[in-house]
Structures are given as C-alpha cells and as structure tokens.
C-alpha cells in the first residue's frame, strides 16, 4: 500500500444563499495554509505542496476545489444559468470554507484568479488572514482573446482553453508535469475557463484598492514567472509598488503555474514566501 | 526557410499523433518572414503544398508574421521569455496574427507544435 499523505473529504458551506459541496484536500500540522488554484483547473495544481513531508512538518494546507470545478459540483439549477465568477462570489466562498474548517487567521496562498482574489482579500478582509501569498497574480489584465472561444458548441473549450495557456508554461517545466497541468484545463467544465476568465479580465476592481492593504499588519509576497506571459513579471511587480511595503520575487525559470508545472522549481521560492509570512512587516 | 519548412513537413508526416491532432485541419496558412510569404496548405493535417509568395490571388485561413531572428530564437532548445511561443512573439511585438484567429484557435496545439517542429532539439511537444 503506498497511498498519498493527502486526505479529501467534502464540505457542505452555504455561499450567497446558495448550497454548495466543497472538495477540500489537506495535509500536514502546524500553521494553516489555504491554497486556491487557478482560473479553470482545480486542487491537483497544489498537490506537490501537499504531498512534501518537510512542508507539511510545519504546515497544515488545505487546497479545495472552486464551485463547478474539479470535483465540487455545481449549484443545484446550474443547468440554466451561465456561469461568471465575480469578485463579490469568490471572495465569499474563500471566507465561507476557511470560516466551516475552523481555521484561524490562515496564510491564503493563491494562484492566477487565486492570486487576484488574495489581494482583494487583503485590501477588504484582512483581518481574516495572516499573511497573503500571491502567486501569478496583478491588479488587472484586460483580455487580449475572446472569452467566448472557449464556450461554444463546435470547439471543445478545454481542448482549446489548454492550448491557449500552454503559452504561459515555462520550457524548463518538466514535460509529464507540463502536461498533467494542461489535462486539468482539458478537464474544466464546459463554460468554467470562460466565466472564470470574466472575472479575471473584465472587474478592474482591485486597482483602486491596492493601497488599503495593510501590510504592517499581514505581510504581502508576490511571485512571478519570467515566462507567464499572462502576468508578466512588469505586471507583478506594478501590483507590488502600489502596495505599500509589499515584496515580489520573480521566478526566472517558471510560468503561470509554478506549483503545478515545474515543483521542484518553485519549491524554494514558496518555501522563502512562507518564511516571508512569519516576519514583522516591520523587519 | 524553404528548407526548414521542407524539414517541418518531414517531421509532420512523421509524427502520428500531430496527424492525429490535425485530421479535421484543412486550410490554407500564410506563414510570412522577413516580408517573404510561404502559403502553407493542409489537407486532413497533412502539408500538401509550401508556395512561395508573394501572391495576391491565394486565399489564406490565418497568417502567423514574424521575422528570421525572432523564429530562430523561437527555435531555440530553451527559448528566452517571450520568444518560447507564438504568441509570446506577438506579446513581445515580434508576432503578428492575422485573419481567422479562431480558426487558429480551434487548431491551436496543432499549429503550435507544428510551428515546434524545426526546434533544435526533439522536445517540440513541451515548447510548442
């Protein structure tokens, strides 16, 4: 037997009214760690972390998976209604499963949307957390694409939507993980990429809330991949100068899924964003 | 180029699961570098036929614009950022697409590794 250390199990949490059947994986003891993936994928982007036996030794991550991703269902009526994240939604669903685990002011550790979402967290919610990782994540990208290419009834939008992001994935990445982070986005279902990419590409909310992040308070990290041509590292490191006393690091060897596509690359740069997180602002 | 892209071709016909990937792709490219046009015709994910240009009576699909460097760069076994795909070229203003973009879209990892194939190393599925 050689199971994996991570445990999965469902969480059912209520988010604006509506019921929701959350899949959460955890690993680890220690300081709570709440990871959130990316714009149409879900928790397996996060299971290197979740599976490293000296990460774990300190830390407890819980990664779960976005409502109509991975294996959280839809919404009952999800049949007739279009799926479009928005910042309000998002926001929420992160405080309502953080609130149903118990935890107690975690570090929030997202990614691409995931990495949007922390910094809207922080400007808004602050209090809730100890310490904002953002990884692949800036104020606001416009679309240079149609959103609408991957929803349609002629194209499969996962086929399409994992060659469009293949663009952002770093030629040092090793090639099965490569692939493993493209499969997820094959996987998405039908409309997710593109009513996740609403959210991501059209609510230029977080520009005007930059500066009411309080990092004396929770300390702010920033990482970016040299070969994320969706956050590039000039966008990264833009967010990080409007945010009073914010860090950023650039990851010349790695693109928009560091944590999925290259492991082994981005694992120092999460380990010192982690240690980052214990350090007075001040310091 | 008229080599590299003979090569490409060689390399195409001999790689089954692009064939695989290309089988509903019958279109007509335009592929312009350095202003030099290559009209590119595929037929159920076979090359048919490389013209050379220039022309203004061949309908083309899509049209990928760069130039010599930026391509050989591209080609590169690990190319710097920005030139390790098609559209990082365009991001970085050494790429221009043109014409159907969705018809490229909906033949996206198809055209990519194609595009991959005169990469100087054997890795064209990953740096595509």
Redesign the interface.
């Known amino acids: 037997m050689s199971f994996e250390p991570i445990t999965g199990r469902y969480l059912n949490i209520t988010v604006q009214g509506r019921r929701q059947r959350i899949y959460v994986e955890t690993e680890g003891k220690g300081t709570p760690v709440l990871c959130l993936h990316t714009a149409g994928a879900d928790t397996r982007q996060w299971r290197h972390i979740l599976n490293d036996a000296d990460l774990t030794a300190a830390h407890q991550f819980f990664a779960f998976d976005m409502p109509w991703h991975g294996k959280s269902l839809p919404p009952e009526g999800f049949q007739t209604e279009e799926y479009l994240l928005t910042t309000e939604a998002y926001m929420e669903t992160v405080l309502a499963v953080s609130r149903a685990l118990g935890l107690d002011c975690p570090i929030l550790a997202g990614c691409s949307m995931g990495g949007r979402i922390a910094l809207q967290l922080a400007a808004l919610h602050g209090d809730a957390f100890s310490g904002f990782i953002a990884i692949e994540a800036s104020d606001f990208q416009p679309a240079w694409y149609d959103i609408d290419w991957f929803h349609r009834p002629d194209a499969h939008g996962g086929e399409m939507g994992a060659a469009l992001v293949s663009a952002n994935i770093s030629p040092f990445a090793p090639k099965a993980e490569r692939w493993n982070t493209l499969w997820m986005f094959m996987q998405s279902g039908p409309g997710v990429f593109r009513g996740d990419l609403s959210f991501y590409t059209r609510d230029d909310s977080l520009i005007g809330r930059l500066a009411q992040i309080d990092t004396a308070r929770t300390r702010v990290h920033l990482l970016v991949g040299a070969y994320d041509l969706t956050c590039t590292p000039e966008d990264a490191r833009r967010t990080a100068a409007a945010i009073p006393g914010a860090t950023c690091t650039v990851m010349e060897e790695l693109g928009h899924f560091p944590m999925s596509e290259h492991p082994a690359g981005f694992r120092p740069f999460f380990l010192d964003a982690l240690t980052r997180m214990k350090v007075p602002a001040d310091v | 180029m008229r080599a590299t892209l003979a090569q490409m071709q060689y390399r195409l016909h001999n790689t089954p699961h692009l064939l695989r990937l290309g089988r509903l792709f019958s279109d007509t490219v335009l592929l312009e570098v350095d202003g030099a046009e290559f009209y590119l015709t595929f037929r159920d994910g076979w090359l048919e036929t490389i013209v050379e240009g220039p022309s203004r009576k061949t309908p083309w699909r899509f049209a990928f614009r760069t130039d010599a460097d930026a391509l050989a760069q591209f080609w590169q076994?690990?190319?710097k950022?920005?030139f390790?795909?098609?559209?990082?070229l365009v991001?970085i203003g050494r790429g221009r697409i043109d014409g159907d973009i969705?018809a490229l879209?909906?033949n996206?990892?198809f055209f990519?590794e194609f595009m991959g194939l005169a990469r100087a190393e054997a890795?064209t599925?990953?740096?595509?």
Not at chain 2, 125 to 128: C, D, N, P, R
């Open positions: 076994p690990i190319p950022p920005g390790h795909d098609i559209f990082g991001k969705l879209v909906k996206l990892r990519k890795r599925e990953e740096l595509a």
